[in-house]
């Protein structure tokens, strides 16, 4: 029943928004600039194991597009807009230390690993700004838990959405 109650609470919307905002941003800012080249944050820099320290999907204009996101949605939270814009930069540090991680398991810029991929850059941030978003553990859970479904099902969504096949040019044809 307590659980119950805290999903209808709705106290973890405010921090899944934010969530939402400063994740998702530099993925709109890829799309919005698509063809444009972005600098890497790593600066194509390897570590001692010869691969990259980051990837190339970590870039300035990720952190940037966050960093404003957070900003921008702060005063819809009742916060203020530094709180907003250093929500934004830990949720891409949170994702620059997911993709180090993977990085030093061999896995390639872009790939997917679930839970690493969701937890750190959703985690980081609430754990610094609990007190100013008025959080508990138990809603702060909640937050990163739905973050991570909703995460990891548009992930899931746009992966099959391209590796879909367009259908052949015969396929709409009777003979």
Do not use: Y
């Amino acid at each position: 029943m307590p659980a119950i109650i805290l999903v209808m609470d709705a106290a973890w919307l405010p921090p899944l928004a934010v969530l939402i905002a400063t994740n998702s941003a530099p993925v709109v800012a890829a799309w919005l600039w698509r063809g444009r080249p972005a600098r890497p944050i790593d600066g194509g820099r390897t570590w001692r194991d010869g691969r990259p320290l980051l990837g190339s999907h970590k870039t300035w204009r990720g952190l940037a597009a966050a960093v404003l996101a957070g900003a921008a949605m702060a005063p819809w939270l009742g916060l203020a807009v530094w709180r907003g814009a250093l929500a934004g930069l830990l949720a891409i540090a949170g994702d620059a230390a997911s993709s180090f991680v993977k990085r030093r398991l061999g896995r390639p810029s872009g790939a997917s690993v679930h839970g690493l991929d969701q937890l750190p850059e959703a985690l980081l941030p609430l754990l610094v700004l609990w007190r100013p978003l008025g959080l508990d553990v138990a809603t702060a859970v909640v937050a990163v838990v739905a973050f991570a479904v909703l995460d990891a099902l548009t992930v899931r969504g746009l992966t099959a959405l391209r590796h879909r096949r367009p259908p052949s040019p015969d396929a709409g044809r009777r003979s």
